[in-house]
């Protein structure tokens, strides 16, 4: 059982779990592709570095930093996350399940919008991010999952608690793991429909016709597990009070995640009030 | 004419002073004294630094990153700023007067209170910290200063607009610089009185008698300036808004002087904020 586990290991991420690290709270930060601090070429704006410090650098510092103070930073894949009976909360990864007391969602906010015709117009009509959220209304019916990620197949493993003919698509590229699902690997041109979405067209000119599309690109972020959890949203940022909690207890936000001025002191402030503020939800609840 | 002066070089100051070079703003940071920072022996929460950095450490790196983006920074000590008649801002400092649009007081919260029996109980009885806030009170009576620096001779020059009975009391120490006030110099036991201060008591036995006495021992902190100015304080505090933005036009603050978490990232933030606050104002007023 970890007191918090941070999702997201860039300024936010880190930052939260100096703070807990240092109130002796038994923290994991688990990350998993790129961070948006990576692309930044040269930053000259932080304070404290002479002659500033290129984003790759920052945040393999920051990571280092954090593992210098004995914390755990593990290179995992987040699938899933879930209040279990306990009000604490599972993590499910890759590899395993880990339980906490606490949650701090810091993994930015990039999110793959796939750049297919069809795919925006069809937003809420036929066209879904989220599984668990809008699974409910495609009882029986028939849906496809488009991604070639684990994050795409633990959608479809959640869509087939509501229909059993479920499929993946996955635009052309290789899926990643092993399926127990139907797999099309066709390259998709466009997505059709009259008011909700009827079919997706190849380009191989074949078609296939479905009743609901679930996109997974990609790897899950922290906005598709603020949906599943229920924490309250305004378009793609997570909305938090000036401690950084959420409107779900024991779960915070903080970094890009959480809008605002998309800067290196703002995500590291914004952690450092995050961890202070789990610190202080750990030790109530105790 | 300074788009923006900034007092102040520790986190909050040197941290505006990136985001309104960035903008391409005209602009000086003076600074003098230690700063709370430098007394930090080993930071390890703040983002960034694999193994920490000594509080002295990251405040020198802080100042020579700004010198590196061509910002000029100076150590020289500020006695006053007024606004002037352009609803600009006079800095005036030992050495000389500088012009600015804006003001980004990060001058830190440290203050010097004498540790003399008998300087709290009467505090706004007869001891005050403020010339130009209280002088008015002690139209020609007998007043005088407490204080051996620059600063407490331009406390003493403030008096002088309303009475002719001023002195300076150094309790025991070397006045810095040339005063045409009479000077006492000798070691201070206690303050007396009875419903109001009545007289200082030195350590010889001898006692002053006097109607007020105006702290102003060490330099003048961004509290004392911000008295000045009319900036809406509370405690010993200065009230932001969420652009860290005075009550006075121009005038932003950040960092400890602005209350809140005392912590290098929560002033780096701020200092974010207050600069890219100034940097809008000063393109509106243009």
Known sequence: MFDSIIIGAGPAGISASLYLKRANKNVLVLYYGLSELEKAHQIDNYYGFEKGI?????????????????????????????????????????????????????????????????????????????????????RKKKVAVLGNSRYALEEAAELSNVTSDVYILTDGKELEGESSFTVIDKEIQAITGEDRVRAVLFTDGTSFSLDGLFVAEGIAGGANFAKKLGIYMEGDKIVADDGMATNVPGIYVCGNLAGGLLQ???????????????????????
Chains 1, 2 share one sequence.
Do not use: H, W
Not at 95 to 102: D, G, L, R, S, V
Not at 113 to 123: A, L, Q, V
């Open 264 to 286: 290196v002191n703002k995500a590291v402030y914004e952690g450092a009030v995050a961890g202070l503020s789990a610190v202080k939800y750990i030790n109530e609840k105790r």
């Open 54 to 138: 290129t984003g790759k650098d920052l945040y393999l510092a920051g990571i280092n930093q954090a593992k210098n103070l004995e914390i755990p930073v593990k290179n995992e894949e987040v699938l899933n996350i879930v209040m279990n009976e306990n009000f604490y909360y599972n993590v499910v990864t890759e590899n395993e399940t880990y339980e906490a007391k606490t949650i701090i969602l810091a993994t930015g906010n990039k999110r793959l919008k796939p750049n297919i015709p069809g795919i925006k117009e069809y937003d809420g009509k036929g066209i879904s991010y989220c599984a668990i959220c809008d699974g409910f209304f495609y």
